[in-house]
């Protein structure tokens, strides 16, 4: 018989090993579970939210998130969900309004304030959400959404040249964040307010494969650059570029997002390399993109390119 631990244990290994989707039968079958307490039901309902908010399934995340709001009470992070899936439905005012709440509770927490001066720009009051975006800089220069939302706001408020001093001091400190130099190239083509909101969502960046950038080329850029940051011999980069070049050659998807796919590329050189410490969660971390994200490119390189452990298409030098 399923017990609530069997199952929470079940959805853990599997978030773990990145199969979020595979979690999600487990995680409705916890909730429907006779006598299960309120601990495990407010469990289930944000694993769920956060599961279906990184797949894009608005409504249903949002239903998910109000319920352990309904549940749990105020809690700082999950209304910072709720109000992000409001603000992705269009539902700025509404999602203003829970935003504003999780900040009254956490004042000093950056992913509440770049989602507030987020929805703050969503709904043009630029001034105000330049006041958030330099506060969350003046305490934490690392977070580079503060970066991108402050050169938004002075966009919105026709500062052109402020904006463009920030994205370019950004794109310094932040060489494998693409959306700062996406936003830079953006700058110089806008003529018209509407066009700023370009860059401001992962799926408006997927671009076009077949534009100047060279998107087939992007990805495995960046993790060719990130292998050597974290100490990878010289085997495994060449072992990266034969899978991105086999993908390239065969693969059914189309690149899009450049980090989600580096990311991917790199998860998949880890576990070639033996290399358990990197985690998807970490990569997801390192690239600012999410890890249900590296978790759908690993698989799909795994999947198309038939990659197993070990696998010495990919595993030896191409000159040994």
């Not at 916890?30 to 006598?35: N, R």
């Not at 709001?69 to 700082?76: A, E, L, M, Y």
């Not at 850029?221 to 086999?246: C, G, H, N, Y």
Request: hydrophobic residues 40%; charged residues 30%; contains cysteine.
């Amino acid at each position: 018989m399923e017990t609530a631990k069997w199952l929470k244990d079940k959805v853990t290994s599997l978030i773990e090993s990145g199969g979020f989707e595979e979690a999600v039968p487990y995680l409705e079958r916890l909730l429907l579970l006779p006598g299960t307490n309120p601990y495990d039901v407010c469990f289930a309902h944000f694993t769920l939210g956060e599961i279906h908010f990184d797949a894009g399934r608005w409504f249903r995340a949002q239903k998910h998130f109000q319920k352990v709001v309904d549940i749990g009470g105020d809690d700082p992070f999950a209304l910072l969900l709720l109000g992000q899936v409001y603000c992705a439905q269009g539902k700025y005012h509404k999602g203003r309004e829970i935003l504003e709440k999780a900040w009254s509770l956490k004042p000093n927490d950056p992913a509440i304030d770049v989602s507030l001066g987020t929805c703050l720009c969503l709904q043009t009051e630029f001034n105000e959400a330049e006041e958030i975006f330099r506060r969350v800089i003046s305490r934490d220069n690392s977070v580079h959404e503060a970066h991108l939302g402050l050169a938004q706001s002075l966009m919105g408020q026709h500062r052109w040249d402020e904006a463009r001093k920030v994205l370019e001091a950004a794109r310094e400190r932040f060489p494998l964040v693409l959306v700062i130099r996406q936003a830079l190239k953006d700058l110089e083509k806008i003529d018209k307010l509407e066009d700023f909101y370009n860059w401001i969502t992962e799926e408006d960046m997927e671009g076009d494969p077949n534009d100047s950038d060279d998107w087939d080329i992007l990805p495995i850029k960046l993790a060719r650059t990130a292998l050597v940051e974290m100490q990878f011999p010289p085997e495994a980069i060449e072992s990266a570029d034969r899978i991105w070049e086999d993908y390239l050659r065969i693969g059914a998807s189309v690149p899009r997002v450049p980090e989600v796919w580096a990311a991917g590329i790199m998860y998949t050189v880890a576990r070639l390399y033996d290399r358990p410490e990197i985690s998807q969660s970490e990569l997801a971390r390192k690239f600012e993109v999410s890890a249900g994200g590296v978790s759908r490119v690993f698989r799909t390189l795994s999947d198309e390119l038939k990659i197993r452990k070990g696998d010495p298409r990919y595993r030896r030098s191409k000159h040994s």
